[in-house]
């Protein structure tokens, strides 16, 4: 108990500048591998604080890493910073407003994953210097987890090799340990070739891209039914082929994110929807080719680690919101319906609860709800180090991940206090793995006897570099 109240103390001493970093990387939301303002930030805090930095990580220019203390055990600490496209939205309002500018926003709370992640690895540097503990705690700043993978290709490059455990945290409307249940997922574009012609002179001599899309979309459509309920394939235009309806559009392009299980799994369902590809190509006499764009592998969990962190959860207890922070969150369920605060609830497996509008609870451990259909790129990391991640309580009950809604909460004093709160609990599982190596070694042993019979294999190719320009697109 001693080391926890320590622990927790040195997170308070520390909170203000990380409140004030979630603010300023919320102020300035970039895309995927395009976060440079936001990374400069992150790297004047970990100067601020001390650290010893590493950047450019993996080939990536907007990856660095601080790290503090001498030997011992690698502790890992990972934090992001991305933001999402059309997510605009003036903070502390509960009404959508977006803001002037290009649209963008921090609509999952990454502002918030970056500054928290930080201020725990801060509060373990400052406990292993004042307890005189050979150990070394390392903040990993990791960009482009929506949608760019930097993890895995970080993975491939070996920036974890020589990690014991790695913590992380994610925005959620709840305070508990994650269950570690994502889908592995790739995104391929599927550039299609035709012919342009004069659309109402010459149409018999076009060949259209655009066609071929448009059929290889209702194929994929067709198959949904016919592929595993847990599996999710979702698709977006590139390059419709121009704005000219009187031009038999002679190049488009596609772009689908596909989701399963596992990765055995995932490899089928490409295998299947390139099929579909090239099938459009011959019905269209076009011709289709196909780029990787990134992959990430589904989460594997870590029992003995779920179990310290539902240990630190218990003994903190929930988050300390106020009158006035409920009151902010109940504004923003009136712009929700019933559903959405139903379904926040089931997705924990804790029972409903009417007029809850935040976390006033700790989700136990044993707690099931719904399988978890979205992706990380911390799966990857899973799958070489003992990982384990908590939810933070930081938006009101019902809100949706990527909205107008969370963007809107991401500067608001329930969002700090759930940040500080998680912040501690991850500082707390560092500092019980610091103190006993015996957690460190059922945690690896864990890890090895999940990965015993489909050992990690990377989901990118070989010679994929990391999609630096993805923003871009």
Known sequence: MQNTEEIWRLVDENQQAFIELSDRVWEMPELAYAEFRSVA?????????????????????????????????????????????GLSQEAGVAEHRPLPGDGSGHGCGHNLLGAGAMLAATAVKDYLAKNGIKGRVRYYGCPAEEGGAAKAFMVREGCFKDVDIAISWHPAPFAAVNEAKSLANTRIDFTFTGRSSHAAAAPHLGRSALDAIELMNVGVNYMREHMPSEARIHYAYLDAGGIAPNVVQGKATVRYLIRASDL?????????????????????????????????????????????????????????????????AAEIQKTLTDEDIASAFKRMGVPVRKGVPLADEIIPLEAKGAAMVGSTDVGDVSWVVPTVQARGATYAIGTPGHSWQLTAQGQSPLA????????????????????????????????AARTAETPYACPLPADLSPPIKMAQV
């Open 416 to 447: 700090h206090k759930g940040m500080v709160h998680v912040a501690k609990v991850m500082a707390g599982v560092a500092v019980d793995a610091l103190r006993d190596p015996a957690l460190i070694e059922q945690a690896k042993a864990d890890l």
């Open 264 to 328: 055995p799994m995932l490899q089928g369902l490409v295998a299947r929807v390139r099929k579909i590809g090239d099938g459009a190509a011959l019905m269209t006499e076009t011709t289709v080719s196909t780029k990787v764009v990134s992959a990430v592998s589904n989460l594997l969990g870590n029992l003995p680690l779920e179990r310290a962190m539902q240990a630190n959860l218990e003994r903190l207890g929930p988050p300390p919101f106020d009158d006035e922070d409920r009151a902010f």
């Open 41 to 85: 930030e992150h790297k004047k805090a970990l100067e601020a604080h001390g650290f010893r930095i590493t950047e450019k990580l993996a080939g990536i220019p907007t990856a660095i890493m601080g790290e503090a203390g001498e030997d011992g055990p690698v502790i890992a600490i990972l934090g992001e910073y991305d933001a999402l496209p």
